[in-house]
């Protein structure tokens, strides 16, 4: 595609629900990556793929996190049981490998846990 | 660990007026640093970048110079317009393929 594609943009869900948040990258893209954007924290590093492997996971904040790629392109991140300190926006980003080459974010999935 | 320090605070400043954000960094080794602008409803946008001592990014009249001796990478603008109205981010990435950002700033420019 065109650019980086998340789904959904928007997700309210109830504190202990599972949510999934899709992250499409941009054609041909090797390196996809998951960061978060909250008030207290800022944006934060989350974890990164090299293809379908993920050699850094030392970013997700807890075992409730967990992230997968597939086919080398769309990646899903995942949250168990959620929590309202999870409530942030959650940026997938993508570039055509890995150091020295633009990373290009995506708009952001947007969740509030109530 | 590889961190981003950003001035406190929104800037509010006139059209026309001269705009500059500070952005200083700790990092082992030698880090590329960037500056992301997140525009109103849109994602974050890389907006220029310098991979090495005393080079020069610039883009869309912005501009930033990575100094080595001072550890920063400030921005800097001659003629700000509203259309430059957005957060801007300093990053800095250092061979371990994760960004590290900084709080960002509000810019806020006025007719």
């Known amino acids: 595609g065109a650019g980086v594609s998340q789904s959904p943009s928007n997700k309210v869900t109830e504190k202990g629900k599972d949510v999934e948040l899709r992250c499409d990258p941009i054609?041909?893209?090797?390196?996809l990556y998951w960061y978060r954007q909250s008030l207290g924290q800022g944006l934060e590093f989350l974890i990164y793929?090299?293809?379908?492997?993920?050699?850094?996971k030392s970013g997700l904040p807890s075992d409730r996190f967990s992230a997968e790629r597939t086919g080398g392109s769309v990646s899903t991140l995942t949250i168990q049981r959620t929590q309202q300190e999870d409530s942030a926006v959650y940026l997938c980003?993508?570039?055509?490998?890995?150091?020295?080459?633009?990373?290009?974010f995506g708009e952001g999935s947007w969740l509030t846990v109530v | 660990g590889d961190s981003v320090t950003q001035m406190e605070g929104p800037v509010t400043l006139s059209e026309e007026a001269f705009l500059t954000i500070n952005c200083t960094y700790t990092?082992?080794?030698?880090?590329?640093l960037f500056w992301y602008v997140q525009y109103p409803g849109e994602g974050l946008q890389l907006l220029l970048k310098?991979?090495?001592?005393?080079d020069k990014g610039s883009n869309k009249g912005f501009e930033a110079t990575y100094r080595k001796e001072t550890t920063s990478f400030h921005l800097e603008k001659g003629s700000v317009q509203v259309s430059d109205s957005a957060v801007y981010f300093c990053?800095?990435?250092?061979?371990?393929?994760?960004?590290?950002f900084g709080k960002g700033n509000q810019v806020v420019v006025i007719p």
């Open positions: 990092a082992t080794g030698y880090p590329s």
């Open positions: 054609s041909g893209h090797t390196a």
């Open positions: 980003a993508s570039s055509k490998g890995l150091s020295g080459n633009t990373i290009y």
């Open positions: 990053a800095l990435e250092g061979g371990n393929n994760r960004l590290a």
């Open positions: 310098a991979t090495k001592a005393d």
């Open positions: 793929f090299q293809g379908n492997s993920a050699p850094d």
